[in-house]
């Protein structure tokens, strides 16, 4: 569509006057130069130049087309968007929520189990955990045999047996936790060997009018034994008969005389033990050997034997009696 600003005039339209005078007077000026140049010179009167004048331009003006005046265009409007401009309105952030710390799973003990820094009775002992107690389990042995729990006394975890627990997962469900390694064992001395002997009822002979017991020592300890004691009960009431302390030894089961001074290892020798066999039937004997060294320690033994058949039989397996006395940290069964 051709804007109203570019559409030509038309000729009917009313020609503006400054349009007007320069189409006029042109014509008006080259008139009066022609008059002024002319070799002639023509004196009018004022007042006939002043109407020549006006007839020449109404002579002109009735050549020209009548103009009319062109309408005054009303200003367009310029449209403008019209409405509220709302404010962009801000973004607010949505709340994160925070997340509820996962509490680990709990596994309770069925029994007492001892809680060590790895995952064989070889590893050192941590604590002895007791049987209802709750422990919080971080992880599990390779082999599903054990669990890695956290040390309820300290810090770190320990290892503890996984049969005397009762957990709500599955081992599997449980991340495994690498084994440590165990320590490099330290060389402790060599501990002295225990003196034992074997003893044996011989016989029982007369030496100097007096009945005696002959018992057979066999000496297992790898030390000289030096030196014997020997008690003798009636049974059945246990009363003690008597007592026989000696340095020596015989050679033989029937020799009464008694001259080994100390039996070596692995060397036999025989006690003579002076007795009443009117007192009692069945006799029991307590027989204990010991050593030369500083500390004398000694092995005990004992026999039962019946007067009529002259038989004997060991009661136990001779053992020392200076055993060291076991440690007094409180442990379960292993591991």
Request: contains cysteine.
């Amino acid at each position: 569509m051709t804007s109203p600003e570019c559409t030509p005039p038309e000729y009917n339209q009313v020609m503006p006057k400054s349009v007007f005078w320069l189409r006029v007077l042109p014509p008006v000026l080259l008139f009066l130069l022609w008059a002024g140049c002319s070799p002639q010179t023509v004196e009018l009167p004022v007042e006939d130049l002043q109407a020549t004048a006006e007839e020449i331009v109404a002579q002109t003006a009735s050549v020209l087309p009548t103009v009319q005046p062109i309408s005054t265009l009303a200003p367009t409007e310029t449209r403008r968007a019209t409405g509220t401009i709302s404010p962009t309105p801000s973004i607010t952030p949505t709340p994160t929520d925070t997340p509820t710390p996962t509490l680990p799973p709990q596994a309770v003990l069925t029994g007492d189990v001892n809680c060590r820094t790895g995952p064989s009775s070889s590893y050192d002992f941590v604590i002895l955990l007791r049987a209802g107690q709750f422990v919080n389990i971080v992880g599990r042995s390779r082999d599903l045999t054990y669990w890695v729990v956290e040390n309820p006394a300290g810090t770190g975890v320990c290892w503890l047996w996984a049969a005397l627990t009762t957990a709500p997962i599955a081992m599997e469900s449980v991340r495994v936790v690498n084994t440590p390694p165990t320590k490099t064992p330290t060389r402790t001395p060599s501990r002295t060997p225990e003196p034992s002997t074997s003893l044996r009822l011989e016989r029982v002979i007369t030496c100097a009018g007096q009945p005696s017991i002959v018992i057979r020592v066999f000496n297992t300890y790898s030390r000289n034994i030096a030196s014997w004691r020997a008690q003798v009960f009636n049974l059945p009431n246990n009363a003690l008969q008597t007592t026989v302390t000696s340095r020596q030894f015989s050679n033989a089961p029937d020799e009464c005389q008694q001259t080994i001074n100390t039996l070596p290892y692995r060397g036999t020798g025989y006690a003579i033990l002076p007795f009443d066999p009117e007192q009692a039937n069945n006799f029991s004997v307590i027989f204990e050997a010991c050593t030369a060294d500083p500390e004398r320690v000694c092995a005990a033994g004992g026999l039962k034997f019946d007067i009529a058949f002259l038989t004997a039989t060991p009661t136990n397996t001779a053992t020392a009696t200076s055993t060291p006395t076991a440690t007094s940290t409180p442990t379960a069964p292993t591991p």
